[in-house]
Every structure is written in C-alpha cells, then in structure tokens.
C-alpha cells in the first residue's frame, strides 16, 4: 500500500495510533502496531512524508516517543511529521491497562518534553504524571522534526498551538463539508492569535473523507458524515485549499492498494494546472 501511495503521486502517508476497538457494537478489530510498522515504512518508502494521525501521548512515557520518533525521522532521512494527541478510546486505555482520566493534563506535560527533546534541549520536569531527569537524545535529531496536534478542543488548542507547527482537523469534527471546514479553519485563526501565534505560521490539515461509490447509491456507509464520492474528490479538495487548507488526508471507507491506485486520477487531476495547491495524504 505504501508503494503505491509513492508511485501514485500520494505528498503523506499517515498512520492510527491504536491498540485495540470494541464496545462499538462491531467485531473486536485492531490494527497492527504504530511505531513499529511506521518504522518499516520509513526503511521501504524514499519520497513521501510519514508520520502517527495521532500518536497518543498515553500510550508511552513522552521521552520514549521522542526517542522513536527521532530514531524514525533519521531512518527515513527526515520524513516524517509528529502528530500527538491525548486519546480518546477508552476501551483500549482500560484493555491493556493504561490511565485514561486526566487525559489533557498528562498531554500537557508529554507535550513539553517530547518538544524540548526533539529540540536537542537537556530536559528535565518533575510533573505530576511525568518525571523526566537530565534527559537528552543521542544521537542528537538532524533536524528539527515538525510537530502537529490532531485536536479541536479549546484547552487542547490553548496547550498545543504555542507549540506547533500543524493542526489536524477530523472528518468527523466538521461533517466533512466545506462549511463546517470553514467554521472550524476560523477557530483555529482565532486560537492562534490567542496563543501569540501569527494565525498563517500554522499549518491546516484536514481528513477528507471519501469513498469510490456515489453516496447517493446507498453502499452502505455506517458514516453519519456523507462521503465524498471520488468523482467530485478533486473539485472538492481545491474548494478546502480555496478555504486555506494546507493538507488534506484521505480517509476510504475500505482501504486497500486498490483503494489507493483508484485516487490517483484524483491526485493527477489536482496537478493538472491548479492555482490552489493542497497536499494530500493517504490513511
């Protein structure tokens, strides 16, 4: 499948981080580990850009995510994107035993020292959740790796965005229409001014979310959202980059390597003599 992002034309290929889905009324399912199978695609990809849509801060004391994500960066020759969240499964949480209240607090002290370390700063903090002593990366980052938050909350806004480079916007958060992007791009302007930040320094990701049928021929979405047919996918994702998208990530219904050559058309088109130009990632 990440081959054929890469020969397709995909910007990003972006991962879940989750461990465990039950109690939703479908099949227990699960996906293969994150950092781990993240890792075997930074040594088997050579041109898109890789990175956890979100990486849970929960799921790993902060300073080992920092090393993993520097150790993924160096493996891929500084490829990937950071995106961090606080979590929200809370089955998973209490599967494998991990603290699920407190979810923001905990995000905030992770946040200072997965950023600090990635800085090439010497950190230490005796926090509440978390302690870390004379902590440093060695070998030191190469680069300074971007960090995103996949979050629309306003406490999560106010710790995240004096911190990051993106924000990544749910499909699901915004309906998955131009007009809910639109409200939600507005909040995040106005949570960066708040924050001290110049509203454009932030970068817009949004997921998309899309699926090769027309909706309107009753496929069987389980989606509250209406998916975006692939017909009209191209049109669609130049209307977000009209509203100030930087990043659309692609969501299918079933995804699969067909699934992914079946976008490339959407992906030639959008390269076809656009003024808007929107990158595009594929989950």
């Known amino acids: 499948m990440a081959a054929a992002a890469e020969e397709v034309g995909f910007d990003s290929l972006r991962l879940g981080d989750h461990l465990l889905y039950r109690d939703d009324g479908r099949p227990e399912r699960g996906p293969l580990e994150m950092w781990t199978l993240l890792s075997a695609l930074a040594a088997t990809t050579s041109r898109i850009h890789l990175g956890p849509l979100v990486a849970c801060t929960a799921f790993h004391p902060p300073g080992v995510i920092a090393k993993m994500a520097a150790t993924i960066d160096e493996i891929s020759g500084g490829r990937l ?34 950023r600090g370390l990635l800085a090439g700063e010497r950190v230490s903090l005796a926090g509440k959740f978390w302690t870390v002593r004379e902590a440093v990366l060695l070998p030191a980052p190469q680069r300074r790796i971007p960090l995103m938050i996949g979050s629309n909350g306003d406490r999560m ?75 009209g996918l191209a049109e669609h994702l130049r209307s977000l980059a009209r509203a100030g998208a ?30 808007e130009r929107i990158d595009t990632g594929g989950f």
Request: aromatic share 8%; net charge negative; hydrophobic share 40%.
């Open 81 to 114: 994107v950071l995106g961090l969240g606080c979590g929200w499964n809370e089955p998973e949480f209490d599967a494998f035993g991990l603290p699920f209240s407190q979810r923001v607090a905990r995000f905030e002290e992770a946040l200072r020292i997965v």
């Open 157 to 231: 806004l106010e710790l995240g965005l004096p911190q990051v480079d993106g924000w990544n916007l749910w499909y699901s958060d915004y309906g998955n229409t131009l007009e809910g992007y639109a409200k939600a791009h507005a909040k995040i302007s106005t949570a960066a001014e708040r924050a001290g930040r110049e509203p454009g320094s932030i970068t817009r990701s949004v997921g998309v979310l899309a699926q090769q049928e027309d909706p309107g021929t009753g496929s069987g979405s389980a989606d509250a959202d209406r998916p975006c047919a692939l017909a």
């Open 246 to 275: 930087d990043e659309a990530v692609i969501i299918m219904h079933t995804m699969n390597e067909q699934a992914i050559r079946a976008l490339g058309p959407v992906l030639t088109a959008l390269d076809d003599g656009d003024s």
